[in-house]
């Protein structure tokens, strides 16, 4: 919970010179639809089961719709739905113009693409291209031997002199990122697991049958794409050693390959520029600063990328460590400052391989759980850039309650279980407590409808277990309750969509220092704001900054009374999150 988190050297910045960091942006008149969008991410598999065999389908996709459009999203990112063997849940792709048995068929995703459209929702996909499964047609040709008709569809390199891998490279799910297959004993790259062979994007084919594979989608009525980790499609081809440092942080090295940008401009030139399609980038490794590079509309690129820099800010290698609200609030600050007055970004607290975010940010706790998700929705929501909800967190879902190894389905997990204490030498113990904080599997655990059983996810035993605290937070409960999580988020969503400002306007951190406080303005076409978030458990007497001067209330998350129009100071309840006009 955050509130452990703050402590002393919190307190001390607090008392230093207060500052401000902002960017003025300049106005437009007609801002892009994906500028204007609030997009909502399904994580099929989990979302919800219509035939009761446990896993989440497109069938059970379109019977919650109707939620989806009373929520107020216009775009649904959908995680991966192709053919796969599922050793990463999806993100091993088999065929990729096929649709995953366990989802359904290509007339389900059809008509699930004509049911959005009817209620004004459009799809982005996730686009899988740095690596595919390796019961891919193509890899099941290429591991032949060197004269294999698509082995230059990956990378492959011979062994060392003595045997060993080509490089010291890693997996990001442990071990090396060299596997053998064939006869020949050369070694195929994986970045992630072994079942997850590289593409070699070097190759012109290879990128001419993604570019075919994303017209595909796109002819059948997509809006767009997310972009598995995007910035990792080039390789320096000598696959030096890395050095000790660089293992320690392989993200970096690995998405700084020589012609990542070279190869997505041309796949904006040849595919993205020609359906007006929406792209979001997975920017693994990628500094801050580096965002123009990507998102700079004279660069013809992306749109947008994720940053992980703020999501990742208690993360110590595989372990967590403490954090203090301003550090946090600085990440923030470098990413606003990067972007620019013409930059954009995708703003997100969690997706399907972070943990949830009121237990990740906030207060999970029976007294503080309502509160504390919705100032963090408040915080997104109210941010300049284009929001992404993870399902479930429009009800303020919260972490599994994790005892044991044997309850996780993740990869990762049961990677770094295998590789820390089955063979490392670390205590059972350590490894469970910082999985039970971490492990990807917090979110993927099914979407909790109502209190019946299997929370309304399925009528059979779901893939991985319902969280137990189904009964008291669910949507039918939700939908009825005024004050609930879900009702704000509604809220939130028609409050930014009505005011211009809210979505390109301005933004601007007014006291980066305090330790309990997130002040931050948004000022553009049609007016300006305030926002004021308390990340405490504690009443704070904040003193608003020369030249602010409150006028109305617009938002407020059931916490502290209003302000007096034109007053200098504003008593902050304990999780108070509030917007004002000014």
Known sequence: MLTACFGAPAKALASGVRATHSQAVPRRANAPWWKKAVVYQIYPRSFADSNGDGIGDLNGIIARLDYLKSLGVNV???????????????????????????FGTMRDFDRMIAAMRVRGIKLVIDLVVNHTSDQHRWFEDAKKGPRAQYRDYYIWRAPKADGTPPSNAASFFGGSAWSQAGTDGDFYLHYFAKQQPDLNWDNPKVRTDI?????????KGVAGFRMDVIPLISKDPRFPDLTAEQRADIATPYAHG????????????????????MT??????????EDPLFTSPERRELNMIFHFDASNVDRDGWKTRAWTLPEWKARYDRLYTALGPNGWTATFLTNHDKPRAVSHFGDDSPEWRTLSAKALATMSLMQRGTPFVYQGDELGMTNFPFTAINQYRDISALNLWREKVETGGTPATEVLAVLAKTSRDNA?????WDGSAGAGF????????VNPNYRFIN????????????????????????????????????????????AFTREGTGGRALVLINFSRKSVDYALPPGIRLRQRIVNNGAGSSATPGAARVALAPWEASVYTY
């Open 444 to 448: 993927r655990t099914p979407m909790q």
């Open 475 to 518: 949507a039918a409960q939700e939908a009825a309750d005024k004050t609930s999580v879900l009702t704000y988020y509604k809220t939130l969503i028609r409050v930014r969509r009505t005011r211009p400002f809210l979505i390109d306007g301005s933004y601007r951190d007014i006291d980066p220092g305090h330790a309990e406080v997130y």
């Open 258 to 277: 020589p012609r990542t940008h070279q190869y997505l401009r041309e796949m904006n030139r040849q595919v993205l520029r020609r359906y007006d399609a």
């Open 76 to 102: 649904v990112w959908l995680s991966p739905h192709f053919d796969s063997p599922n050793v990463d849940n999806g993100y091993d792709i088999r065929d990729y113009r096929k649709i995953m048995a366990e």
């Open 280 to 289: 979001v980038g997975e920017a693994i490794g990628i500094k801050d600063e």
């Open 211 to 219: 570019y075919d594979i994303m017209r595909f989608w796109l002819d």
């Open 458 to 465: 399925t009528t059979g035993t779901p893939w991985i277990a």
